[in-house]
Each structure stands twice: as structure tokens, then as C-alpha cells.
């Protein structure tokens, strides 16, 4: 009788005092560049923006807690290794770059593959002063030194978080940046002067656009909470104008999630440039 009282009194304990376990919500994202079925081609043989910006973008997200990537190098063998998904892919990226509608149904297929709920589709084009025709970057990096043209050019990038389990953007955004010296001309003759605008590339990806596409991705899985305005009757007296009062829902956040959003804090930067 006694030893069944002990074994009763000790589940309690176990029960009242003994540490819950708890599970973080995860997020896995597929970052996935129009151009990353691209064949290095280019007259200088350097990688495409897209490709150059969603690399960095998959540092920064597997920076971040409880959310995770896959490198590009692991996205392209999967895909060539299932032949019908990357051909149906590769036209659905071809149509995103011309006209920025996004298939769904082709997008729930790589949610299949890869196991997420979320894809980042990265796109770029650039256009010149004198043309709004939509050309990739090395095309007009080629057509310069070849025609010896030094007009300056943009170059515009897109990124569209998806959620592919209720077919719905959840985020978009546009980027642009002129290429150029100082004196506002572009001139690449050989390959030096071709490195040393790719390098500036690069570090406008790195340390501007990733980071800004990076943190709005983050935010839309962790918003940081609500602010509301407490109203009031109208036509009354100066008195009863609406009050704004911050964080006035904090008192319906769980405490493992206030904590959560403390412990990431430092990190809460939005990039503009």
C-alpha cells in the first residue's frame, strides 16, 4: 500500500515539476534564382545577379534561427535528377522573368520535392538609358566591349516570398541600381575592368539587397507584434480624440514568444539603402 502511494505521489512530482518540453516552429524556405538553370556562357563567364543575390539571401536565412535553406548546388541536382519537374521549372521561371506571373501549381511541386511550405523566387533584368528592352547583365557587359558603348544601365531585381500551401504572395519587392564609374559611365574592355563591376555587384547584393529581402522574409514568419489605437466616440471634446496606445495586445502574447522576440532583438534591422 505504501510503495503504491510513493509511486502515485512521485507521478505527480513528474507531472507538476518536471520541464515541458517544448517545440520551436520551424520554417524552411526554397530559395530559387530565374537564372539558376543558366550555363555560364557570358563572353567574362560570371554568374547571373539572381544567382549572385540568392546565394547571399540563403546565408542570411540559414543565419537566423528556425529557419532554414538548401544551397543552390543541392536545388540543381535535385532537379536534374527528376527531369519533368526541372523542365516544367525552367518555364515557369522563363514566364516569371517576361511577365512576373507566378504558377502556383509548379510551385507546389517543388514544395513536394524539397519539403517547405515556402518558396523566394529571385529574378533581374537590366535596361540601358537608351532602351527599356529587358536584357541580362552579361548580355549588355558583352554588346559594350564589342560595340565599345560606355552608356550607364540599371539593373532591377525581384523577389516574391510564396506561400505555396494557399497559393498567395506574402511578399514582394523591387531593387534597382545603376551600374556605372564615377563619371557615370560604364566601360568594361577587358576583364579587369569587368571584375571590378562584378565585385561591385556583389557587394551591393551583400550588403544591401540580401539583407533587406532577408529580413522582410523573417518578419512575415516572425511579426514582431500589434500596435493599436484605442477609439473613441467622434464629435466629442478635445478630450476623447483616439489615444494611441503601444503594444496594447502585448498582454495576449504567450511569454515563450515575448522571450523568443527578445532573445532575436539585436537583430531587428531593416536595410534601406
Same mark, same amino acid.
Not at 132 to 139: G, I, Q, V
Not at 158 to 177: E, Q, R
Not at 222 to 233: A, D, N, Q, S, V
Given at each position: 500500500?505504501?510503495?503504491?502511494?510513493?509511486?502515485?505521489?512521485?507521478?505527480?512530482?513528474? #507531472?507538476?515539476?518536471?520541464?515541458?518540453?517544448?517545440?520551436?516552429?520551424?520554417?524552411?524556405?526554397?530559395?530559387?534564382p530565374t537564372d539558376i +538553370?543558366?550555363?555560364?556562357?557570358?563572353? +567574362?563567364?560570371?554568374?547571373?545577379?539572381? =544567382?549572385?543575390?540568392?546565394?547571399?539571401?540563403?546565408?542570411?536565412?540559414?543565419?537566423?534561427?528556425?529557419? *532554414?535553406?538548401?544551397?543552390?548546388?543541392?536545388?540543381?541536382?535535385?532537379?536534374?535528377?527528376?527531369?519533368?519537374?526541372?523542365?516544367?521549372?525552367?518555364?515557369?521561371?522563363?514566364?516569371?522573368?517576361?511577365?512576373?506571373?507566378?504558377?502556383?501549381?509548379?510551385?507546389?511541386?517543388?514544395?513536394?520535392? +524539397?519539403?517547405?511550405?515556402?518558396?523566394?523566387?529571385?529574378?533581374?533584368?537590366?535596361?540601358?538609358?537608351?532602351?527599356?528592352?529587358?536584357?541580362? #547583365?552579361?548580355?549588355?557587359?558583352?554588346?559594350?566591349?564589342?560595340?565599345?558603348?560606355?552608356?550607364? +544601365?540599371?539593373?532591377?531585381?525581384?523577389?516574391?516570398?510564396?506561400?505555396?500551401?494557399?497559393?498567395?504572395?506574402?511578399?514582394?519587392?523591387?531593387?534597382?541600381?545603376?551600374?556605372?564609374?564615377? *563619371?557615370?559611365?560604364?566601360?568594361?574592355?577587358?576583364?579587369a575592368q569587368a571584375a571590378?563591376? #562584378?565585385?561591385?555587384?556583389?557587394?551591393?547584393?551583400? *550588403?544591401?539587397?540580401?539583407?533587406?529581402?532577408?529580413?522582410?522574409?523573417?518578419?512575415?514568419?516572425?511579426?514582431?507584434?500589434?500596435?493599436? $489605437?484605442?477609439?473613441?466616440?467622434?464629435?466629442?471634446?478635445?478630450?476623447?480624440?483616439?489615444?494611441?496606445?503601444? *503594444?496594447?495586445?502585448?498582454?495576449? $502574447?504567450?511569454?515563450?514568444?515575448?522571450?523568443?522576440?527578445?532573445?532575436?532583438?539585436? =537583430?531587428d534591422l531593416i536595410f534601406?539603402?
Amino acid at each position: 500500500m505504501k510503495k503504491m502511494a510513493f509511486k502515485i505521489i512521485f507521478t505527480i512530482f513528474l #507531472l507538476l515539476y518536471a520541464p515541458i518540453k517544448t517545440y520551436a516552429v520551424e520554417f524552411n524556405v526554397l530559395v530559387l534564382p530565374t537564372d539558376i +538553370f543558366n550555363i555560364c556562357d557570358n563572353y +567574362f563567364c560570371f554568374p547571373e545577379p539572381s =544567382e549572385i543575390n540568392a546565394n547571399y539571401i540563403i546565408q542570411e536565412l540559414n543565419s537566423y534561427k528556425r529557419i *532554414n535553406t538548401v544551397d543552390l548546388a543541392t536545388v540543381r541536382t535535385k532537379l536534374y535528377e527528376n527531369s519533368e519537374l526541372k523542365q516544367a521549372t525552367q518555364f515557369m521561371l522563363k514566364t516569371f522573368e517576361q511577365t512576373e506571373k507566378i504558377d502556383f501549381s509548379v510551385l507546389k511541386e517543388l514544395s513536394k520535392e +524539397f519539403g517547405v511550405k515556402s518558396i523566394l523566387i529571385i529574378s533581374s533584368y537590366s535596361i540601358t538609358d537608351r532602351s527599356s528592352t529587358r536584357r541580362n #547583365l552579361w548580355e549588355i557587359l558583352e554588346v559594350s566591349s564589342a560595340f565599345n558603348i560606355n552608356y550607364p +544601365f540599371s539593373v532591377t531585381t525581384i523577389a516574391v516570398l510564396t506561400d505555396t500551401v494557399n497559393n498567395v504572395v506574402m511578399w514582394s519587392g523591387k531593387y534597382n541600381k545603376t551600374i556605372a564609374d564615377s *563619371n557615370g559611365y560604364f566601360i568594361a574592355k577587358n576583364q579587369a575592368q569587368a571584375a571590378s563591376h #562584378l565585385e561591385k555587384i556583389k557587394q551591393y547584393y551583400k *550588403n544591401n539587397v540580401s539583407k533587406n529581402i532577408s529580413q522582410n522574409v523573417r518578419l512575415r514568419f516572425f511579426p514582431k507584434g500589434i500596435r493599436t $489605437i484605442e477609439l473613441k466616440k467622434q464629435n466629442v471634446n478635445e478630450e476623447d480624440k483616439p489615444i494611441f496606445k503601444p *503594444n496594447a495586445l502585448e498582454h495576449l $502574447i504567450k511569454q515563450p514568444f515575448v522571450d523568443q522576440m527578445q532573445e532575436e532583438s539585436e =537583430e531587428d534591422l531593416i536595410f534601406t539603402f
